[in-house]
């Protein structure tokens, strides 16, 4: 049965799906008012029929603020330009804090799980309190594109890195991001990690072991007498290796499983 038939909708492209006891009316948007009427005749699933129109008027509310980070993590250059995006809807202005993760907690915090995951708001709370360094703390606006309704839209906004910050040395940041004036605990918190460096490294794993390549960001020139250690989940230092003029360090196998059979009597 097409229950379309038995109601009068505001739009010709909307559509009506039943979902147990439940008309549903696919096709609103956020921020409208609305008005459908029943028609007369409309069956029940005992037999009943509707005996007149009635009419049934609502409004749809707008979204929640909300904000998020559309990229899971970045490696930004050492120098120059250094930008991330964050996605809102229907936020006016968000708290920003930058932190810094140590050298010495980069294992401790991939152990727990927390490396370059998104974090919510009590693991954003631990992970500030515990395992990084507030580097800077302040408010941005997200952008407000001229001549466009931005009420209940998600838009994208740049964030520069804030001369306040100062510049920033070669490490592991983290960005946490939230909705000014609300509460973490119900709206949570938007986190961004990123990575400042020169050097953008490529590696690859195969049979005579593992090959790096490391390159600028700037110019993408080959980084050459770079010293690369590889290091084990226990944080022990395995092998080092310099880079040759071509940027390319090289790793040999640690070790060579050869599989065993037994020999058939």
């Known amino acids: 049965m097409n229950y379309a038939d038995f109601m009068r909708l505001p739009a010709t492209d909307m559509a009506?799906?039943?979902n147990g006891s439940e008309l549903c009316?696919?096709?609103l948007t956020f921020g409208q008012q609305i008005e459908v009427t029943l028609r007369a005749g409309l069956p029940a699933k005992g037999g009943d029929t509707l005996p007149k129109d009635i009419t049934l008027r609502s409004y749809i509310r707008d979204r929640d603020p909300s904000l998020r980070f559309p990229s899971r993590a970045f490696v930004l250059p050492s120098g120059g330009d250094?930008?991330?995006s964050v996605s809102t809807v229907n936020v006016d202005l968000m708290d920003l804090t930058l932190l810094r993760l140590?050298?010495?907690?980069?294992?401790?915090t991939m152990s727990d799980g927390l490396f370059a995951t998104p974090l919510d708001s009590w693991q954003a709370g631990y992970f500030s309190d515990g395992l990084a360094t507030e580097v800077w703390r302040g408010k941005a606006e997200p952008a407000k594109p001229s001549g466009q309704e931005t009420l209940n839209r998600e838009i994208t906004s740049r964030l520069a890195i804030p001369a306040e910050a100062g510049n920033l040395a070669p490490g592991i940041y983290l960005l946490q991001a939230s909705i000014?004036?609300?509460d973490i605990d119900d709206t949570g918190v938007a986190?961004?990690?990123?990575?400042?460096?020169?050097f953008g490294i490529s590696s690859y794993s195969g049979t005579d072991g593992l090959t790096v390549a490391v390159r600028s960001l700037a110019d993408t020139s080959a980084k050459s007498g770079v010293e690369v250690a590889l290091v084990s989940r226990a944080n022990e230092v395995l092998a080092r290796a310099i880079t040759d003029d071509q940027g390319i360090a090289h790793f040999a196998p640690a070790f060579r499983w050869v599989r065993v059979r037994p020999r058939p009597r």
């Open 16 to 18: 009506v799906t039943v």
């Open 25 to 27: 009316l696919t096709g």
């Open 82 to 84: 250094q930008g991330l």
């Open 102 to 108: 140590s050298d010495r907690n980069l294992l401790r």
């Open 180 to 182: 000014d004036g609300k």
């Open 191 to 198: 986190t961004q990690w990123f990575v400042i460096s020169d």
